[in-house]
Structures are given as structure tokens and as C-alpha cells.
């Protein structure tokens, strides 16, 4: 009964610490975005052309780089998606904000010219399903665009990885810290045009080529 107590408080104070992370996400990631993120995201978004769909906007971090694009932005968190619509508002490029889930995204085949999604694939329940959709929304010779973090290469990181994900999947609103997303995406069937790796391997940013 003892045992069962503790792990009941524990389930509980992991849940209030995610609830609390997802409130509090922009003040909690800020000297990582400012001192490393910053200028990944800029690159990445900046090769963004025509009608852009973003997949997993957050908080909208990403709406300062757009230029001269269309953006429709989805995101199913309610707390993220109030404060993504509150920085649409005062954006240089056209974003429009809405609900949506990337395993089943709310539009027609070839839709967009670039997809995009920066830190999603680690957190969405099947991370297959949702890279077939952005595959199947994005028009023949399109672009996919992604910064993740992804499983390491060296095992004893990648061992380390496999033992702190259950306990990070709770504390960072479902994040898991080692999945394959390179490995992922090639079983797709893309054209991998480049990958950059950032600080020591464990972030990359993916161009890709749709295939159609």
C-alpha cells in the first residue's frame, strides 16, 4: 500500500510539473532558444517559400523568421496556440493560426509548397503517421523542413537516451529523447536533400525533397 502511495504522489507531482512546463515553456527554453536555437531556426525557416504549412507551432517561436510566405500554422495545444495566435499578430509575414493534429491533418493532397516542423516529432504519439501526412499535403518536388533532436549514434548515448526517455516523456509533456527521425523519414521514401547536426550530434535540421 506504501508503495502504491508513493508512486500515486509521484504520478502526481510529474503531471503538475508538465502542466507546468507547457505554461511556462517560453521562459523555461529561453537562454537555449537565444543562445543556440536562435539561429538554427532562422536558417531553417528562412528557405521556406510559397504557401507554408507548420506543424506544431507552439508558441509561435517561429513566426519572426518567415518572410514573404503564406503560413498556416496548426497546433493542438489550447495554452501554446493562445499565445502562437497572440504573435501572429504583430508578424511581417500573412500566419494564420488554427487547431490541428499532424496525424491527421485538416487538408487536400499537395497542398503546400514547405512544410515545416521544429522540435515535433519527438513529442507526437506516431511520428510515422504524422510524417506521412506531411508528406501527403506537400506538393510533388515540395519541401519538408526539420529541426528535431534524435537518437545518437554512440551507443552509450543513445543506451543513456533509451533509460532517461520514460521519466522525460513525463516531465516534458511527452518528449522522447531517442527516436530515429533520420531513420524514420528515409523508410518514407524522401529525397533527403541535407542534414546539419548541432551540439554534439543530438540536433539536426533535415531539408528534404517530396518525392510525390
Excluded at 10 to 25: E, H, I, L, T
Excluded at 45 to 60: D, Q, R
Excluded at 133 to 139: H, T, Y
Aim: glycine share 6%.
Amino acid at each position: 500500500m506504501a508503495s502504491g502511495k508513493i508512486t500515486s504522489i509521484w504520478y502526481c507531482a510529474m503531471n503538475r510539473w508538465s502542466k507546468g512546463f507547457v505554461q511556462y515553456y517560453d521562459r523555461l527554453m529561453g537562454p537555449l532558444e537565444q543562445k543556440r536555437f536562435r539561429r538554427i531556426r532562422a536558417e531553417l525557416v528562412g528557405k521556406a517559400s510559397g504557401n507554408v504549412l507548420e506543424v506544431g507551432c507552439g508558441t509561435g517561436i517561429n513566426f519572426d523568421f518567415y518572410k514573404n510566405v503564406r503560413v498556416t500554422a496548426i497546433e493542438p495545444n489550447p495554452i501554446f496556440r493562445k499565445i502562437a495566435l497572440e504573435r501572429a499578430s504583430s508578424t511581417l509575414a500573412e500566419v494564420h493560426v488554427i487547431e490541428g493534429n499532424a496525424e491527421q491533418l485538416p487538408f487536400t493532397n499537395h497542398t503546400f509548397d514547405t512544410v515545416i516542423g521544429t522540435l515535433i516529432l519527438c513529442t507526437i504519439p506516431d511520428p510515422v503517421q504524422a510524417i506521412r501526412e506531411m508528406k501527403r499535403v506537400c506538393k510533388p518536388a515540395g519541401t519538408l523542413l526539420l529541426f528535431e533532436h534524435v537518437r545518437h549514434k554512440n551507443i552509450m548515448l543513445a543506451t543513456l537516451q533509451d533509460v532517461m526517455t520514460p521519466i522525460w516523456k513525463k516531465v516534458c509533456d511527452g518528449c522522447h529523447l531517442n527516436r530515429d527521425t533520420i531513420e524514420l523519414i528515409r523508410e518514407e521514401g524522401f529525397e533527403i536533400v541535407e542534414v546539419k547536426t548541432y551540439l554534439s550530434s543530438i540536433f539536426v535540421t533535415i531539408e528534404i525533397r517530396n518525392r510525390g
